[in-house]
């Protein structure tokens, strides 16, 4: 009991060394401003890609409810509307250019800043742009499939329901959806944490891919709830209020996925005390 006390003690005092010296809160905000570059041109591309299994309006403020704030969902979905009657393949280009380059920097932003706690260095030079761009779009790939998912599940389980009679899977979506995003948020940090390791050997990953997943899902309940009933932003952002949103909760989610590998660092730095 005496050893998990001191081994718990110094894993706190380890992840807020890493916060402190990693500059998390800098890393987390240029994080969430590439993010937010991404959002919107991101829509469009997989508005393109889906065609008409993109989901209508209601069915898109039902998918976000609970992730997002009420007037945040209600630009996404204004959004989507706009998009819907003034598509054209100049918005899709400037989109793809914009996500791509976007993407890139976001990726190379956390790549750097998981591969730092561990001590290793940034990849610099044409080189390590090359790798960065390559790597983003393989990681966007993941993520577009990821997100693709969650679009058209409820379309899947209908067409399940329809071929296995005695079921009625789809009338479990309002709860299914989030253990599909926590399933998807656990492979994609895992794989994330595993990447950033750039090294062989046994190194932590399941801790902190575990608590980051559930931690997302927590911090992005509550935000949406404590942003839901106040109406102080609004007052003071005005119509930018809710692109605020979105950026100011990315950045949350920026640290919480921080931290997540800060504590498999933690961790691995404990058991070799």
Known sequence: MQMNRKKFALVCENMVGLYVERRIQRTAAAL?????LSVFPMLICLYTMLGSFFPAGAELRE???????????????????YISENLSNTILAMALATVVTSASAAFRTISDALGEMRGLRRHGGAAGLLLGVVSSL???????????????GRWFLRFLDRHIMFMNISSNWAWGRFVLLFLLL???????????ARRRGAVRILPGA?????A????????????????????????????????????????VLLMGNALNVSLERADAH
């Open 32 to 36: 969430s401003y590439f993010l937010t």
């Open 63 to 81: 998918m976000l409810s609970g992730l997002l704030p009420e007037s945040t969902v209600d630009t996404v979905v204004e959004y989507m509307s």
């Open 138 to 152: 393989i990681f966007l790939a993941a993520i577009y499939m990821a997100v693709i998912l969650i679009v058209t």
């Open 186 to 196: 656990f492979a994609l940090l895992s794989t994330l944490y595993r990447v950033s």
């Open 210 to 214: 575990l608590l980051g997943s559930l």
């Open 216 to 255: 997302l899902l927590i911090v992005s309940f509550v935000f949406s709830a404590v942003i839901g009933v106040s109406s102080k932003y609004p007052l003071v952002y005005g119509s930018l209020a809710s692109s605020i949103i979105i950026m100011f909760w990315l950045y949350v989610c920026g640290v």
